[in-house]
């Protein structure tokens, strides 16, 4: 039986290999969005890893402020279309409000009625937040645990099918690995088990998205081997196993400038969902708005990289 599930499997993806995504699209770069000290002092050096969803008629990003002590903050804004967020209001996540909290990501999980927040802090490693109002900033509860003990590293993302959560997220030992762990949905956002490795040889700010085009799962993972790009790769599982498309699916080499050319680097970003909830569903991976941080420079100290937030998209 092993036998068969393996051959089917492998007839699979070949199959898929043919039939999804185009592997080096064009992207066309759009103007910056937000930009980098627009909330000072929480985003002196830079605007970093948004989060994006549209509900209520809004625009809602999340994203990370870096400062100019070296501490890492959430901000957030909104605004009725995409251009709209160049003037919105930005607003320091003080009910949040630790030293270090960063890299979110939002979405509402049906079964609790509950917008989530999943992010890194100082205090647990993996921690969430939630609310019943996505339009309130203030409204979010204090950090907590997502119930894993340790240095867990960062850039934690969750996907939901209809039995399980998976949570994606880069391990802090520089190996390059990629881990998943899985809960189930009545146990969520705990009861985690333990993780197992889904990818090597990459770097990091996985997002994994379902597309309704063609009932397929999608992995896009940054990695760092000429400039900052995105990796793309698939499934027909939430939790893989993984098949790599691209390796090079968004990248400066096929970035085509409609504004100004702010960015070289395709860096941690979030394609923009066909809805909001915890499945991730996109409509299809061939025609995305990526919100992604881009900058011309990545010299100098980490933390004093300058990032702004700007789209990309694969269509015209």
């Known amino acids: ?113 509950l917008w989530y927040l999943i992010y890194q802090d100082g205090t647990h490693g993996a921690a969430y937040s939630t609310t019943t109002n996505i339009a309130d900033p203030k409204s979010w509860s204090g950090p907590k645990s997502l119930g894993m003990s340790g240095n867990m590293g960062w850039d934690y993302y969750v996907i939901c099918d209809d039995s399980f959560a998976y949570m994606y997220n880069t391990p802090s030992d520089g190996s390059g690995r990629l881990f998943v762990r899985k809960t189930s949905l009545s146990n969520f956002p705990t009861g985690w088990g333990s993780p197992s490795v889904a990818l090597s040889d990459t770097f990091e700010g996985a997002n994994v998205y379902k597309s309704l085009a063609d009932g397929q799962y999608y992995l896009t993972i940054e990695d760092q081997k000429d400039g900052r790009y995105y990796e793309l790769w698939t499934s027909r599982n939430a939790g893989g196993p993984w098949n790599k498309l691209s390796e090079k699916w968004a990248w400066r080499g096929n970035l085509s400038y409609k504004a100004d050319k702010w960015t070289t680097n395709v860096s941690h970003g979030e394609i923009i969902r066909a809805g909001y909830n915890q499945k991730l569903e996109i409509n299809n991976i061939d025609r995305v708005e990526f919100l992604i941080q881009g900058t011309n420079s990545l010299s100098g100290p980490y933390q004093q990289i300058i990032w702004d937030l700007g789209v990309i998209r694969n269509y015209k």
């Open 1 to 113: 039986m092993n036998e068969i599930k393996e051959i089917r499997e492998r007839v699979f993806m070949k199959k898929l290999m043919s039939a999804t995504a185009i592997t080096n699209p064009t992207w066309y770069v759009d103007e910056r969005v937000i930009f980098h000290g627009q909330a000072k002092p929480y985003d002196y050096y830079g605007a970093k890893d948004p989060t994006i969803v549209y509900y209520g008629g809004k625009y809602h990003v999340f994203y990370t402020g870096a400062n100019q002590g070296g501490g890492w903050q959430m901000l957030y804004t909104s605004a009725s279309t995409i251009s709209g967020l160049k003037n919105s209001a930005r607003t320091y996540m003080s009910s949040i409000g630790e030293s270090y909290f960063c890299a979110p990501q939002v979405f509402y999980f049906e079964p609790k009625k």
